[in-house]
């Protein structure tokens, strides 16, 4: 079975629920192009700064045209902070027929939360954050 450049990753990488400096949990929504109806296996890694798995979901997916979710959890995560701690993960999206991979899709992406307050203004990581412009 040939799936060669058949995944595609589609949508913003997003933190689902809260997201603390104790843990977040990411929502990767993963689109599969093909008019095939086996199942494969299909792993989504996210990745730290230096390339080591920091966490994983695995699932068993039917490739026919379809649309998959996944949310790997982080534990402590480092929260992306713009300018002063601008740190991104990667998220790993592979694909395996018969134990090999098949195909892999890989999206950079900072763990991090936005809210505009009348009070506060603009808050970054619940945290006020002065924005200039140019």
């Given at each position: 079975m040939h799936l060669a450049h058949q995944l595609r990753l589609i949508g913003d990488l997003h933190p689902t629920g809260k997201v603390t400096e104790q843990s977040a949990t990411i929502t990767v929504r993963t689109v599969l192009f093909d008019h095939n109806t086996a199942k494969?296996?299909?792993?989504?890694?996210?990745?730290?700064?230096?390339?080591?798995?920091?966490?994983?979901?695995?699932?068993?997916?039917?490739?026919?045209?379809?649309?998959?979710?996944?949310e790997p959890r982080l534990e402590q995560p480092r929260l992306w902070k713009g300018r002063t701690n601008p740190y991104l993960y990667t998220c790993r999206v592979n694909l395996s027929v018969d134990g090999v991979a098949s195909d892999q899709v890989e999206v950079q992406f900072g763990v991090h939360t936005v809210e505009i307050t009348e009070a506060q203004g603009f808050l970054l990581n619940g945290k006020p954050c002065l924005i200039q412009g140019a």
């Open positions: 494969v296996p299909v792993n989504t890694a996210l990745l730290d700064a230096t390339g080591k798995v920091v966490a994983q979901a695995r699932d068993s997916v039917q490739i026919a045209p379809s649309e998959h979710r996944s």
